[in-house]
């Protein structure tokens, strides 16, 4: 039989452990024989006294009695309970005549402190949760899951640009289909009966109109073994009701549609959207909004990507924020001229937790003559939103970053005028706003206004004052300080012996990465994105742009189940998380995410010249 350490090299974790410290962990491996159908493990029993690994044979994973995942040689099993001191999640049986590596808990706690242990537990998990949903019996498979392709039922219905309304209705309704592919020179779109009503008969059109003149551009697709969940969160993004299903090469081999997707479990942050989408009044608005806690409670207790989690909820936001604006324009009249809603911060980077508040702008264009009436109107509109959102669980932002107030609600031309002073501005005002207006992204309205900010990022980048101005704003923000025992907590304030998981852990995650992309005269506006770009660009290392993801979701994982224990236990939700409540190799993660970002600030400090305190 091959050595202990020789089998164990071949998988992770141990495959990136040194010499002595594979050593160290043969050294302790017990070795012991188990029957087959042996219980090993007891849902709900005893937690692991073990980290085990299969040498030979198979074991089951079993939820309530079901078969849900099958481990085989050199995978892992035990060490979620063993990490965390409570019962196993799932009865572990042998499936034949198995034989264990069984790791001494000292031991196997040390080597899953590591950075590649704790890689390794996050992403054995992930693994594990959508293994286990994947081989349910067949009887109750997670539609989440299936392939998109699975769904279509039928060829596309194919029309051309030049056909005109009427005939497009006629194939409809022949056809029994809601939407139709539309092939115009040099691209493909779709028209859907929505956009019949929204865009032909709501505005007095004929039905000799053309297609080409009210179909939807571009084209949102989604590829046929992509998961069904994949395609609910396209529509969610973009906010259609249609998807058009493509095989490898780009060909469109059909449609799925909401309504085909309604059914799936846990479709909840879909059913939120298209309830908001049919909201009467802004009152049934805010009865629906206030829903988005309970979808995220659910999204966050099924193990969803914490990082999906804060863009299912900005999305959500978005949602309420566009159908509040169409009633309160409904009820105020068409506005004056052109204009664009814009999120800001947290929401324009799609990275909002179950705390959250608003952050957004506005920009119009109208001729001068009546600007002053023009703004008299966005102020109403812009204060009716915030209103609503307030009122379905979104409070006001206390800085006053609102579209309410004047400096956040500006013409096309003084936004032009004035942006790039104020975020190029070194000092405090100016950093402050900065740090919020340099994450921007439309939300609503017709108003061509990104490339009036994305120019002026463009200009700033080659302003040396500005470039360390984002660096001084990255390093402001540091991880906690001060120690009890292992634990990282606040030295002090009201807060003391708590951590700030925003403040001390994303904040300067977030505020690195958009240091980082901007200074590069990069306009993206989300943090995983940027770090990869910026890596890709060559100013960061892979090895590290990697570290500080995975030290983003972590932390990002933390606060998110935090706040949901805040809702459960009848407080607020907020950011200050007691490390008593967190088991021991979330606090070694911790201090391993704590220590990247404090790397990453001192490699910025240097480069800009400046001094941490």
């Known amino acids: 039989m091959i050595a202990v350490d020789a089998f164990l090299r071949r998988y992770p974790p141990f495959d990136d452990l040194t010499e002595r410290e594979l050593s160290r962990v043969a050294d302790s491996v017990r070795i012991e024989f188990f029957e087959a159908g042996a219980e090993i493990l007891r849902q709900g029993g005893e937690p692991a006294a073990f980290l085990y690994v299969v040498r030979t044979g198979a074991v089951e994973l079993l939820d309530e009695g079901e078969v849900v995942d099958l ?36 031991v196997a706690e040390e080597v899953l402190a590591t950075r590649p242990g704790l890689a390794f537990l996050s992403s054995s998990l992930r693994r594990r949760t959508v293994r286990a949903l994947a081989l349910r019996e067949a009887d109750h498979p997670d539609p989440r899951l299936t392939p998109v392709g699975a769904l279509v039922g039928r060829p596309p219905v194919i029309v051309r640009g030049d056909e005109t309304v009427r005939e497009a209705a006629q194939k409809m309704v022949a056809e029994r289909v809601s ?68 095989r490898e090469g780009g060909d469109v081999i059909g449609m799925v549609t909401d309504t085909d997707l309604m059914g799936l479990e846990r479709a909840t942050p879909f059913a939120l959207r298209t309830a908001v989408d049919r909201a009467p009044t802004e009152e049934r608005v805010v009865a629906v909004g206030r829903g988005l806690t309970a979808v995220v409670r659910k999204l966050v207790e099924a193990e969803v990507d914490p990082i999906l989690v804060g863009h299912t909820i900005a999305m959500s936001i978005d949602a309420i924020t566009r159908r509040l604006i169409e ?60 209103d ?123 505020a690195f990465a958009r240091a980082r992309a901007i200074g590069l005269g990069l306009t993206l506006r989300r943090t995983v994105p940027r770090l990869r770009a910026v890596a890709d660009a060559g100013a960061l290392g892979h090895d590290s742009a990697a570290e500080l993801e995975e030290a983003f979701r972590f932390l990002w994982r933390i606060r998110l189940e935090h706040q949901v224990r805040c809702l459960e236990q009848g407080r607020p939700a907020d950011d200050h998380v007691d490390p008593r409540d967190l088991g021991h190799l979330t606090r070694v993660g911790l201090k391993e995410a704590f220590r990247a970002i404090a790397r990453a600030q001192r490699t910025l400090a240097a480069e800009a010249g400046l001094r941490l305190r």
């Open 388 to 510: 609503g959102l307030e009122a379905a669980g979104i409070p006001r932002c206390p800085g006053g970053v609102s579209a309410e107030r004047p400096e956040w609600r500006r013409t096309r031309a003084a936004w032009a005028r004035e942006f790039p002073g104020r975020i190029a501005d070194h000092r405090i005002e100016g950093r402050l706003f900065a740090s919020v207006a340099l994450d921007y992204r439309p939300v609503a309205g017709p108003l061509e206004i990104l490339p009036v900010f994305d120019d002026a990022i463009r200009s700033a980048a080659r302003n040396e004052v500005f470039v360390r101005g984002l660096a001084i704003v990255a390093v402001a923000f540091k991880p906690p300080t001060g120690f009890f025992r292992d634990l990282v907590v606040e030295a002090g304030g009201n807060h003391a012996g708590t951590l700030d998981i925003k403040n001390g852990g994303i904040v300067p995650i977030t």
């Open 71 to 106: 481990l085989v040689g050199g995978e892992a099993f035990g060490h979620p309970s063993l990490t965390s001191g409570l019962s196993p999640a799932f009865s572990v049986r042998a499936h034949e005549d198995t034989l264990c590596y069984l790791i001494d808990r000292e």
């Open 179 to 246: 939407s139709l592919l539309v092939l115009t020179p040099g691209s493909t779109a779709i028209v859907t009966d929505r956009d019949l009503r929204s865009r032909v008969l709501a505005k007095g059109l004929g039905p000799d109109t053309r297609l080409a003149d009210v179909l939807t551009s571009p084209l949102v697709t989604v590829a046929e073994d992509e998961p069904a969940e994949e395609a609910l969160l396209l529509m969610l993004e973009h906010g259609v009701h249609h998807l058009p299903v493509t």
């Open 327 to 386: 009633l309160v324009i409904a009820e105020l009249g068409d506005p004056p001229g052109s204009w664009s809603w814009i999120a800001l911060g947290s929401e324009a980077r799609h990275e909002q937790a179950v705390a959250t508040d608003q952050d957004h702008a506005l920009a119009y264009d109208v001729p001068d003559e009546v600007a002053e009436e023009a703004d008299r109107y966005f102020e109403t509109l812009a204060k009716r939103v915030a």
